[in-house]
């Protein structure tokens, strides 16, 4: 992992800069020495030092580890840089500096951040497997095996046996690591952080490939950990290596704010010390500059800079109920900006941080924005898992069992665990992997059954799905978000209550547009791993979506949405003229529209014998008769005779009101008209595909009514032709196979005669 020389423009603060700023009214605080690397590089070269002292070499380190640690036994740390300083002893940096001087920078920022003993010691040996002759055996057996596991963890794959796949397989070998100890990725952040310090000497597209790497996988698994403090800075550093002009115009915009007469911070800072101290809360209040690219995002966003735009206010207090007693003063004695407030310490983020966020409004206009925490916050904010110290120690009555037990893995980093596996080549796993990181929020949402699920800001049912089921999830149909019907396109939103809605069909299978809506891998592998399998039921889906995007008007192909299972969300439809046309029904007999008061559409009789010569026969349109149903006939005016089934309540009223029953029977034609009512889910081209379906069983639509949709649900009703009474099963099942239709039945005896 070597780092390659002195960069003259580094941007970032050193690894002693951890802690916040000092308030502009108290005496600056002393800040500890820039390290001289060459003079650790030739104290290295001296040799180890007495066996009953420490080496000269690492008494910054020392002395950064006893201000956290102070009871810390430092006898490792001793042994770990003898043989460290021994082992790359005569490897020079391309600087020209001592390779020592690489992991003892590195280890120093680790320390700055609060690391215990054991990572420390790891840090100090993270190069020595990959670049001298000690192994991993006799790393384990002077150390131990958590040392040894750390520095496996950080040890790069060869390229001799791996090739261009180095990378990306030394990336998902550190990332397994940190599944089961968090501490490997700190290690692996301190020391990319000290190369990125140090990459000035290397070839500028060397230092560009370096930086995106960085950009890319880097920077949002810190900020994912929650590690503030090495994140800006890997930031400030990528900025200046990838937009150089617009680092050199941000550190241009700093400079001359600093030669500024009036700081309005800092009025804002005496005003807020003067309203604490009178309300007698003990606090800290320091003014916290922005750094490079932070300054950068703001000035994009507003354009000219104010004073107030260069950093933001912090204070820091002893206990939890004291954030919220600064955050009542402020808002009692300043103007807030109400629109700015946000509460992390009652919801922390995903990645630790917890923190009050406010902003309170000057006389001039000027928008000074406060963050409130207490000091164990602001500890966690700046190191985040760094600051837990040794997370596995098992406590004093619990002794351990040998088994690793992470209790800090977040949900965002089991689901990459998860799908790393089913990635199924180097080069997917590296652009996914990308793709997962930028995805920098997280969101929790809730199962019926009390259970949580993590998911990444934007994530929708279709993700649920799959963090839920796994593969199982093909056969899901559509979703309940808050107790309501929703698509399964429906992004989720923080603290949602989810309800899968599955089929039973054992062969279910996802449509290839569920891609377009799942956000999380984990998803997007399954559903690309079931079509690879099933190359054929994918290619029909194909051929079905482009046959339905050449006959879709060109219109409506930008609003083309998920098809197969997935619903997505209905078009507006203010009657059932309007829904029944985006069905699609060219050449049928669809009704303008009837209102819900109106019956469905007269049908006309089949083939039934009646007593009455020459009658007409109309088959009733509350029942619709079919055979082998059951029936009964009536006369009505004109010289009609109405066919009911005989469990209509109809039949029940009018022989109540004294009407003579008619003798009818069905004939030898079995040719018959029936209704039927399909309850789905929403999505586009449903009704087309409906309708199909029902085409290719031999049914001819007479009519069709389709009610505007209500809670992401529809309900259509469909008189048919059937050339065959014995078909109408057939013709049930084909419909409820259509994605999105979750039942079919028969129309319901109404209540008013025919």
């Known amino acids: 992992m070597s780092a390659e020389a002195t960069n003259p423009v580094t941007p970032g603060p050193m690894p002693g800069a951890v802690s916040g700023p000092v308030t502009p009214t108290a005496p600056r605080r002393k800040a500890r020495p820039r390290i001289d690397l060459r003079r650790l590089g030739r104290a290295a070269l001296l040799g180890p ?34 043989l460290a300083e021994s082992s790359h002893r005569g490897q020079m940096r391309k600087s020209g500096e001592p390779y020592i001087t690489h992991p003892l920078a590195v280890t120093l920022i680790l320390a700055e951040l609060g690391a215990e003993t054991t990572t420390l010691t790891a840090s100090l040996l993270h190069d020595t497997v990959e670049d001298t002759d000690v192994t991993l055996g006799q790393v384990r057996e002077q150390f131990g095996e958590e040392v040894r596991y750390l520095v496996d963890g950080v040890t790069k794959l060869e390229k001799v046996d791996y090739g261009a796949a180095a990378e990306p397989e030394t990336f998902r070998k550190m990332l397994v690591a ?5 501490r490997v990725m700190s290690i692996k952040l301190a020391d990319r952080l000290h190369n990125m310090r140090t990459l000035g000497v290397m070839r500028p597209e060397k230092q560009e490939r370096i930086a995106k790497v960085t950009r890319d996988v880097l920077i949002p698994l810190a900020e994912r950990l929650g590690v503030q403090a090495l994140k800006t800075e890997l930031e400030d550093l990528v900025f200046a290596i990838l937009h150089p002009e617009e680092y050199a115009h941000t550190r241009e915009l700093i400079v001359r704010n600093a030669d500024r007469a009036d700081d309005p911070l800092a009025e804002v800072a005496d005003e807020v010390r003067a309203v604490l101290r009178e309300a ?19 000035s994009r966003k507003r354009g000219r800079l104010r004073g107030s735009d260069f ?40 990645n630790l941080y ?16 406060v963050l409130i925490r207490t000091h164990q916050m602001h500890k ?15 406590a004093p009555d619990d002794p351990a069992d040998g088994e690793r037990v992470d209790p800090t893995r977040p949900g965002w980093l089991s689901r990459l665990l998860d799908w790393q596996e089913a990635a199924p080549d180097p080069d997917h796993f590296w652009s996914t992997l990308r793709e997962d990181l930028a995805q920098d929020r997280e969101i929790t949402v809730f199962r019926p059954d009390g259970g949580t699920l993590g998911l990444p800001e934007g994530a929708t049912c279709v993700d649920a799905a799959y963090a839920q089921y796994g593969e199982d999830a093909h056969a899901c149909i559509g979703a309940r978000v808050n107790g309501r019907l929703a698509t399964l396109s429906t992004v989720l939103r923080d603290g949602d209550t989810v309800q899968l809605l599955m089929g039973q069909d054992p062969a279910s299978e996802p449509s290839r547009e569920w891609l377009e809506h799942a956000h999380t891998p984990a998803a997007r592998i399954a559903i690309q791993r079931w079509l690879a399998a099933h190359p054929a039921q994918a290619e029909a889906q194909e051929n079905e979506a482009r046959t339905a995007e050449t006959d879709r008007p060109s219109g409506d192909r930008a609003s083309r949405s998920a098809r197969g299972r997935l619903p997505a969300a209905p078009r507006p439809a203010t009657d059932r003229a309007t829904a029944s046309r985006s069905a699609g029904l060219s050449g049928t007999d669809t009704p303008a529209a009837s209102g819900p008061e109106q019956p469905a559409i007269r049908a006309a009789g089949g083939d039934v014998l009646t007593d009455l010569p020459d009658a007409t026969v109309r088959l009733a349109r509350c029942c619709t008769p079919v055979p082998p149903d059951e029936i009964t006939g009536f006369a009505v005016r004109g010289g009609a005779v109405t066919v009911h ?17 008619v003798g009818v029977l069905w004939g030898e034609a079995t040719e018959c008209r029936v209704t039927l009512v399909a309850e789905s889910f929403v999505r586009p081209h449903l009704l087309a595909d409906l309708t199909e379906a029902m085409a290719l069983e031999g049914a001819e639509i007479v009519s069709a ?5 209500t809670q992401q649900q529809v309900r259509h009703t469909y008189t048919v032709q059937l050339p065959d009474a014995a078909h109408l099963p057939a013709l049930m099942r084909a419909m409820r196979n259509v994605a999105g239709v979750y039942d079919v039945s028969r129309a319901q005896p109404q209540t008013q005669s025919s």
């Open 280 to 298: 007698g809360i003990a606090a800290e209040v320091l003014i916290r500059p922005r750094h490079f690219v932070s300054l950068h995002r703001v």
């Open 49 to 82: 030092a007495a066996r009953d002292r420490l080496p000269d070499a690492i008494s910054h380190v020392v002395e950064a580890h006893r201000a956290h640690h102070p009871d810390a036994d430092l006898e490792p740390l001793r042994r770990a840089y003898i």
């Open 311 to 350: 950093g933001r206010l912090l204070v820091l207090v002893n206990e939890d109920a004291d954030c919220y007693g600064v955050l009542g003063e402020l808002h009692t004695c300043m103007t807030p900006v109400v629109s700015e407030f946000k509460d992390f310490i009652a919801v922390p983020k995903f």
């Open 380 to 394: 966690v904010a700046e190191a985040g898992v760094v600051a837990l110290g040794n997370p596995y120690a098992p």
């Open 354 to 369: 917890q923190s009050l966020h406010t902003a309170v409004a000057r006389e001039d206009g000027q928008v000074v924005e």
């Open 178 to 182: 940190t599944g089961n100890d968090v």
């Open 645 to 661: 089934r005989v469990e209509c309540a109809a039949v029940a009223r009018m022989k109540d009101g004294g009407r003579a029953e």
């Open 705 to 709: 009514t389709v009610e505007p949709p």
